[in-house]
């Protein structure tokens, strides 16, 4: 992947990788805990991995944190047939599109107007999002072997009562990022900027 880097503080890096492992465990392992109504940031992890970390490991890392999640709950649970069918590896594409989206829409909010990065971020995720929704919902219904008389308009009631609290789910995710994002680097740009303008009065 090449594009224009914009390099973070190795601490900045792995404070984003574990807040974003932390999430993962909070909101995919409900099915440990049933006081955990927390939407699935699984999607939104794999985006936001790719606009911060990076890093193509952090992108395995991230799948395999989430394949162990889905073995050991569904050992939990007794119940394998489920979750982990045929079609279980045709994730790797959906969370493959939504890091490969979120590396090249990382914000920049230094060279791009505020509204611009917003604008860029939504589309991507929107677009990001469907993609992954209809590789993972269709690869599902298609090959786990449980809808063989499935039928074209049964598949759009059911993508119909799906599709948009799938895409919807990472939407709080990535905004509460890209506040963090916003802030911090105003933050640090302005310090920046008054500690150069204050070495110059001094000269």
């Not at 990788?17 to 049933?34: D, E, I, K, N, P």
């Amino acid at each position: 992947m090449k594009s224009v880097e914009q390099k973070s503080p190795i601490s900045l890096l792995i404070a984003v990788l574990a807040t974003l492992t932390l999430l993962m465990l909070a909101t995919r392992t409900h099915h440990f805990a049933s006081f955990n109504h927390l939407p699935s940031a699984s999607i939104a992890v794999f985006f936001l991995a790719g606009m911060y970390l990076r890093n193509i490991k952090a992108f395995w890392f991230f799948y395999i944190l989430t394949l162990t999640i889905d073995l050991a709950s569904s050992y939990y649970r007794g119940q394998f047939g489920d979750c982990i069918t045929i079609s279980y590896p045709a994730l790797v594409l959906s969370y493959g599109v939504m890091f490969t989206v979120g590396y090249y829409t990382r914000p920049n909010w230094q060279q791009s107007a505020w509204q611009v990065n917003i604008v860029k971020v939504a589309l991507a995720l929107f677009v990001a999002s469907s993609i992954a929704f209809f590789i993972s919902n269709g690869s599902y219904y298609a090959l786990s072997g449980k809808f063989v008389e499935l039928s074209w308009a049964e598949y759009a009631t059911r993508v119909d009562k799906y599709f948009f609290k799938s895409i919807s789910n990472p939407i709080f995710y990535v905004v509460v990022a890209m506040v963090i994002d916003f802030t911090l680097s105003h933050f640090f740009v302005d310090k920046a900027i008054n500690n150069k303008a204050h070495v110059n009065n001094w000269l």
